[in-house]
């Protein structure tokens, strides 16, 4: 567990078939904080920058966690799956041995935005059956108090459970809202790599200023989590996860623990031994 509390700015990517996102987590800034590999936060109300979208490509050894926050993608996979996630949506798919998916906007104009978590699997899970779990907006609880609304996406917090919950690495995922001049506090367990984001307003995070649009990597001494909004609301997601602690070697869409592994996750994509189903393989879209 990292001791020192840190601030991390966002940088700029372009991902899928052109889109700019602001990455945190998966930068030189911040590599990876286990069992974290990567967090994409977008936003844009211009289709210009969205409307590509991400056509199909693939993804071995970890799960993402995609969650809108405006706006509708459609999601297949060569599992089978066809959704459509809507605003307050989320997906978790565990992508284990291999999948191969599509994520695309459904919309011409209007505001795209939402997150995309990418959790690490261990050794022992990497090459597990590919799984996928779906659910709109009205299946996460909320809890709401004077003070702020809290939105469980994965995970449990103040008695409520989420509809999604990751048995392997214990992450919890909250979308919390804190009214201006509010406040919001619980505690984090000290075994786990804790962050938080903030994407609307401003506030101050156990006395760190945080500043919108970055993520702060909370340090062992920062299990007593307390925010307090500035003279407007402010919103960010908080997400804690057990560290999984082995060797982490990626290349792309391929997280596997050696060489060796990346090695035969590319033999088998570029062979057509990656997924299942072939017919789907020669179809995707």
């Given at each position: ?23 945190t987590i ?184 945080l500043p ?74």
């Open positions: 567990m990292l001791k020192q509390t840190r601030i991390v700015p966002a940088m700029e990517i372009t991902e899928g078939a052109g889109v700019s996102v602001n990455r998966g930068t030189p800034a911040l590599r990876n904080f286990d069992p974290f590999l990567m967090l994409d936060h977008f936003g844009s109300d211009d289709p210009d920058e969205y409307i590509a979208g991400f056509p199909s490509h693939p993804h071995r050894g970890f799960c993402t966690f995609t969650y809108m926050l405006d706006g509708y993608v459609e999601h297949k996979d060569s599992m089978g799956n066809t959704g459509k996630l809507e605003p307050g949506g989320a997906q978790l798919m565990k992508a284990g041995s291999g999948v191969i998916h599509s994520e695309m906007p459904m919309q011409e104009n209007g505001l795209m935005r939402g997150f995309q978590l990418w959790i690490n699997l261990p050794a022992a899970n990497k090459m597990d059956k590919p799984g996928y779990q779906e659910f709109d907006s009205g299946a996460f609880p909320v809890v709401e108090t004077q003070d702020h609304i809290v939105r469980i996406l994965i995970g449990n917090f103040a008695d409520h459970a989420a509809p999604i919950i990751d048995d392997i690495t214990g992450v919890s995922y909250l979308d919390v809202q804190v009214k201006a001049g509010r406040s919001f506090q619980t505690s984090l367990p000290e075994s786990n790599n804790s962050f938080a984001y903030l994407f609307e307003g401003s506030g101050q995070l156990n006395s760190h200023h919108i649009n970055s993520l702060i990597r909370l340090g062992s001494e920062d299990t007593s989590f307390n925010f307090i909004a500035g003279d407007e609301a402010a919103r960010f997601i908080l997400v804690s996860g057990k560290p999984i602690g082995e060797a982490i070697v990626q290349y792309g869409p391929f997280v596997m623990n050696t060489r060796e592994e990346i090695d035969q996750a590319m033999s088998d994509y570029q062979s057509n031994n990656f997924v299942r189903d072939r017919a789907w393989i020669k179809n995707k879209s």
